[in-house]
């Protein structure tokens, strides 16, 4: 076992990092496999708010709005939207959200696919996080690096975002390890510093997007994630 196994191994002890990962893979989270409501989460996540306060409810207004009710069935009637409709807008509020939102089902309804998922998961299975600005999502305005990969991830991608949480815990590696190239000076970098980690150890990508963000979240936030994956989270503690 090496240094950096072991290390991570350690981090990783009590925590449901793999499991989380596998929902997020296995498409059986909260939002389940339905691009409508992906494709609102990433949206949703555009202006940095955490998930109980800002996205989990977000989600779910538009859930209740425009997808029980069938107003919209698929991801071309997402981008038929005025981004002005009063009901989106008391499902989102910030305009950046609505934006993404309309913008990113269009992008994805106007590729080849016959099936909207089949749409979302072959862009996201071809979409290179390091050429991101030239990609017809990643030149949406409001859509970041991060929230370029987490719809990726919603997709089913093993990857990494270069998340806060995740930047925090890369940070910490590189002050417990001499002699890496673990860096988060930029979006990418911290990415491609999951990445080397993933290489180095058995862990994927998104396990240690998951375990990081695990680590660095409060309880209230991780309980809540933890039930968005079917998740028991009294095994973990």
Not at 206 to 224: F, H, K, N, V, Y
């Amino acid at each position: 076992m090496t240094a950096l196994q072991s290390i991570l191994d350690t981090y990783a002890d009590g925590t449901p990092a793999r499991s989380l990962a596998e929902s997020v893979r296995s498409l059986s989270c909260w939002t389940g496999d339905d691009p409508r409501l992906l494709v609102a989460e990433t949206a949703a996540s555009t202006t940095g708010q955490r998930f109980l306060g800002g996205v989990k409810p977000s989600v779910e207004r538009f859930s209740e709005a425009f997808v029980a009710t069938d107003r919209v069935q698929s991801l071309a009637a997402i981008a038929a939207l005025d981004p002005d409709d009063a009901d989106l807008i008391t499902a989102f509020g910030a305009e950046r959200k609505r934006h993404v939102l309309v913008e990113t089902a269009a992008v994805l309804a106007d590729r080849p696919e016959a099936d909207d998922l089949d749409a979302l998961q072959a862009w996201a299975a071809t979409a290179d996080h390091y050429r991101y600005e030239t990609d017809p999502i990643g030149t949406i305005s409001g859509i970041g690096p991060s929230s370029f990969q987490l719809l990726r991830q919603l997709a089913g991608i093993e990857t990494a975002r270069p998340h806060p949480t995740v930047r925090a815990f890369v940070d910490t590696l590189a002050a417990d390890i001499a002699e890496t190239p673990l860096s988060t000076t930029t979006p990418l970098r911290t990415i491609a510093s999951c990445e080397w980690l993933a290489f180095q150890t058995t862990y994927t990508p998104l396990e240690i997007d998951r375990l990081a963000w695990w680590i660095g979240t409060d309880a209230d936030e991780r309980s809540a994630i933890a039930d968005r994956h079917g998740i028991s989270i009294n095994r973990c503690e």
